[in-house]
């Protein structure tokens, strides 16, 4: 395998594989990336990458002298391409170890020692050799056609991403809040993500009618690659042949656009009812201006309770944003808002309420209530398919 290539290209590739290779587990293939060289037209490179449970692969233009594929870690060969100047790189497998009177080189895979799996790279005056494992240890892609259910535009694909990803759970017991909900019914698209104490909802119009309602959780690991690899794709143009098409294949779904693929396993189980969570009687509306609230917020919230993050709000003429930690002191700010209801205090996570503001991008936000414990909602003035509910917390 031999083959030149532009740094910047490189570097792209190297970069989406970061998040998918599983750099500390007990499996050493898995921290590899499997780079694979193509000489027929088109030329190039196709790097892989997979924790078993996610897997990505993308083609990248190259001259190649020879074809061929190998191994190497993910981490260090990423790490070196990040510091080497604008050149281009040059990449080619060494047959045979060329240590001479060297034993056996310590640390390195003893297959790697016996069969010279050996990566040579030169940039400028630059020039490495990195070891590799065999190749066809490297587990298999999984095989999708190219039929589809769903065609987002890229931009709209990060649009849905970042307005939902914040309110996914961490908590691994939780298997199905572990994830996005993404559902497609007739001409719309809805993803859906909660952790018990916040859910953020969106819905959107589907370019194509889906024939049957679509219904899956997308792992917290593979929406978060989604939202790099949909902000990067939303940089690159919205043509009618660079959208993002969504399939689902046995236990896999994948992502698609171009030359590049994301395929992750399904979560299996029900995704809570979210219907039943989004209040819909909130009848005491405030309508705050988004920057000046979130500002007064974060400066509010520096001396919240570490762990409850508790901010109060008194909503009346105008709106009094309270926090305090004992022994270490309070804050207040108070900040104009338009409401004409009845005067109510109500206790808020202030780190759930920032995720809801930064995620926004309107001048005003809808903050509705019903009383000091119901649920609260949130949503953008300018877009009703978008919801965020928070619930309040208990006031000392």
Same mark, same amino acid.
């Given at each position: 395998m031999e083959f030149t290539i532009k740094r910047s290209d490189f570097f792209k590739g190297l970069q989406s594989a970061q998040g998918v290779a599983d750099t500390k587990g007990a499996i050493p293939i898995l921290s #590899?990336?499997?780079?694979?060289? $193509?000489?027929?037209?088109?030329? *190039?490179?196709?790097?892989?990458? =997979?924790? !078993? %449970? @996610?897997?990505? /692969?993308?083609?990248?233009?190259?001259?190649? /002298?020879?074809?061929? &594929?190998? =191994? @190497?870690?993910? &981490?260090?060969?990423?790490?070196?391409?990040?510091?080497?100047?604008? +050149?281009?790189? #040059?990449?080619? +497998?060494?047959?045979? !170890?060329?240590y001479q009177d060297a034993g056996e080189q310590p640390g390195l895979h003893r297959e790697a020692q016996a069969e010279g799996?050996? !990566?040579?790279?030169?940039?400028?005056?630059? %020039? =490495? &050799?990195?070891?590799?494992?065999?190749?066809?240890?490297?587990?298999?892609?999984?095989?999708?056609?190219?039929?589809?259910?769903?065609?987002?535009?890229?931009?709209?694909?990060?649009?849905m991403v970042k307005k939902t990803i914040f309110s996914v759970s961490a908590d691994e017991t939780r298997y199905t809040l572990n994830g996005t909900l993404l559902e497609a019914e007739d001409d719309t698209i809805k993803m859906v993500s909660t952790d018990g104490h916040r859910l953020s909802y969106i819905k959107r119009k589907n370019p194509r009618k889906v024939d049957k309602k679509l219904s899956v959780i997308i792992p917290r690991k593979t929406t978060a690659e989604l939202l790099k690899l949909a902000e990067t794709w939303s940089e690159q143009g919205k043509s009618d042949d660079e959208a993002v098409f969504f399939s689902m294949y046995e236990n896999h779904m994948v992502f698609r656009k171009g030359n590049f693929v994301l395929v992750s396993r399904v979560i299996d189980g029900q995704f809570p009812g979210y219907d039943t969570v989004i209040p819909s009687n909130n009848d005491k509306r405030i309508i705050v201006n988004r920057e000046l609230f979130i500002r007064a917020l974060k400066r509010v919230s520096l001396l919240s309770d570490e762990k409850s993050k508790m901010v109060k709000f008194k909503i009346g003429?105008?709106? +009094?944003?309270?926090?305090? =930690?004992? *022994?270490?002191?309070?804050? /207040?700010? &108070?900040?104009? $808002?338009?409401?004409? *209801?009845?005067?109510?205090?109500?206790?808020? %996570?202030? /780190?759930?309420l920032i995720d809801v503001l930064t995620a926004a991008d309107s001048d005003e936000i809808f903050f509705d209530i019903k009383d000091p414990s119901s649920p609260t909602l949130f949503k953008p003035s300018n877009d009703d398919d978008y919801k965020c509910v928070i619930m309040p917390m208990r006031l000392q």
């Open positions: #590899h990336i499997l780079i694979e060289a $193509i000489s027929k037209d088109p030329s *190039g490179i196709w790097i892989y990458a =997979t924790d !078993l %449970n @996610v897997g990505i /692969k993308g083609f990248y233009k190259a001259s190649v /002298k020879s074809g061929g &594929r190998f =191994t @190497v870690n993910a &981490r260090k060969l990423f790490d070196i391409v990040r510091e080497l100047s604008e +050149e281009d790189v #040059h990449i080619s +497998e060494v047959q045979g !170890l060329q799996l050996w !990566l040579n790279l030169v940039c400028g005056n630059y %020039n =490495t &050799r990195l070891s590799g494992l065999p190749f066809d240890e490297f587990p298999p892609f999984p095989s999708y056609g190219d039929d589809y259910l769903i065609k987002f535009d890229p931009l709209q694909l990060s649009d003429k105008d709106m +009094e944003l309270i926090s305090e =930690t004992a *022994g270490i002191g309070e804050a /207040k700010e &108070r900040i104009d $808002i338009k409401y004409d *209801g009845e005067e109510v205090i109500i206790g808020l %996570n202030a /780190k759930y």
